[in-house]
C-alpha cells in the first residue's frame, strides 16, 4: 500500500507537470508522449509490484525510487533559482516519495535475500548481481535520468549583462509560436551576427562582434531564462528559434538581410549548422564547440572506441529517453546537413583533446566540402577558444565576418 501511494505521488506530478500546468506558450497537446509513456510505466509497475517477490519487487521499488527523485529534480531546481510556482509543489513531492520506494527496496532486497546457501555459492551470486545491477545502471537508469533532466531543467534566470555597449531589450516569436526574448546590440555597419545559445556564453564574442561594428543578438533559447517553451539541453527544435531570431534581424532597419551570419557554441554551434543547412538567410556561419547530439554522431569513427558496445546501448537509450521527455524526433545527423550550406563559408572551432566529441568536426568539415575551414586548439577547454587564444581569435572570427558579410 505505502509503495503504490508513493508511485501515485509520483504520477501526480507526471500528470500535473505535462497537461495541467504546461510550460508558458506550450499546451497539454505538446506532451502527449512525456506524459503518457511514464504514466503508462507507473501504472504498470503499480499493478505488477504486489505481484513480485523478492529481488524482482526490491529491484523495481529501486527503480521507481529514483524515477521520483529524478522527476523532482526539476521542482528543486526551479524552486532553489526562482522560488516554487506551478507544478514545482508536485515535483517536490515526488522526491520524498521516490525516497521511500527507495527505502522499500532495500529494505525488501535485504528482507529476501537468501542465506540457506554455501558461502561461496551465496557471495558469488551477489557479486553477479551487483555487477548486473551497475551495468544496467549504466546503461539505462542513468541514460533515462539524464534524458529526463536535460528535458526539463535550464538556466532559470536572466545572467548579468556585462556587453558593455549600448542595447535594447526585445522579443519575438518562433514559427510554433512561442515568445523568446533578449538584448540587442545596434548595427553600425549594416551587417549582423546571431550569437548563440543563452545570453551567458556568448557574451564575450559579442563584445568583440561590437567592437569591430556588428549588430549582436543574443536571447534565451526556448525553454530557458523569460523565453517559452519546454528546455532541452540538446537543442533538439531549437534550429526554429534560430530561424526566428534571423526573420527579427531582417526586420531591423539597421541591418541588411542578405548581411546576417551567426556564431554558436556548444549546442548552439550544432544548431547554426542544422539552421544553415535549413535556410540560405545564414550568409556566414562559426561553430565553436559542436559534437554529438544523437545516436548516429555519437557512433561515428572519430569517437572514441573503448567500451564501444556499453556506449551503443547507453548512447540508444538515452536518444530514445530524450525523444518520449522531448515529445520529439531526433534531428537529421550533422554530417548529412553540413553539406548543403556550400557555397556560404563555415568556420569550425574545435578542441580536439577534450574527449567529448569535438573530434566530430573534422568529419563536419570534410562534409562541408571547400566552404569551411577547420581550426583547431588543443589547448582550449569547451567553448574556450576566446580566452585559450584570445587576438588569435578575434582575428580569425571578426576577419571571417568581415569577409563574408
Known sequence: MIARIAIAVIALHVLDDNFVQPQPGTTATDHLASGLVPLAGLALAAWALPRLRGGRRGALELILGVFGIVAGIEAAHYTSTVGPTGDDFTGLLAIPAGVVLLGLGIATLWRTRRTDDR??????????????????????????????????????????NHLGVPYED??????????????????????????????????????????????????????????????????????EDIKAAIRFLQSRPDVDPGRIGGIGLSVGGELMLEAAAETDDLAAVVSEGAGAR??????????????????????WVKQ???AVFSNQSPPPDLRDLVGRIAPRPVLLIAAPKLGVGEELNRGYARAAGDSATLWEIPESRHTGGIEARPAEYERRVAGFFDEAL
Open 119 to 160: 558461502h561461496v555459492w551465496r557471495y558469488g551470486r551477489r557479486a553477479l548481481l551487483a555487477v548486473g545491477a551497475l551495468l544496467a545502471t549504466m546503461t539505462v537508469v542513468l541514460p533515462v535520468a539524464l534524458g529526463y533532466i536535460t528535458t526539463h531543467t535550464a538556466r532559470s534566470v536572466v545572467p548579468a
Open 294 to 315: 544523437m545516436y548516429s554522431e555519437e557512433m561515428r569513427e572519430e569517437m572514441p572506441s573503448r567500451d564501444r558496445p556499453l556506449m551503443a546501448v547507453s548512447a
Open 170 to 239: 526585445v522579443s519575438f516569436e518562433t514559427g510554433d509560436g512561442l515568445r523568446l526574448r533578449g538584448w540587442y546590440i545596434p548595427s553600425r555597419n549594416g551587417a549582423a551576427v546571431i550569437a548563440f545559445p543563452g545570453r551567458n556564453g556568448p557574451q564575450k564574442p559579442a563584445r568583440m562582434l561590437a567592437r569591430h561594428g556588428y549588430g549582436v543578438l543574443l536571447f534565451d533559447r526556448r525553454g530557458e531564462g523569460e523565453s517559452d517553451g519546454d528546455p532541452n539541453a540538446w537543442g533538439w527544435g531549437g534550429d
Open 320 to 322: 530514445a529517453s530524450i
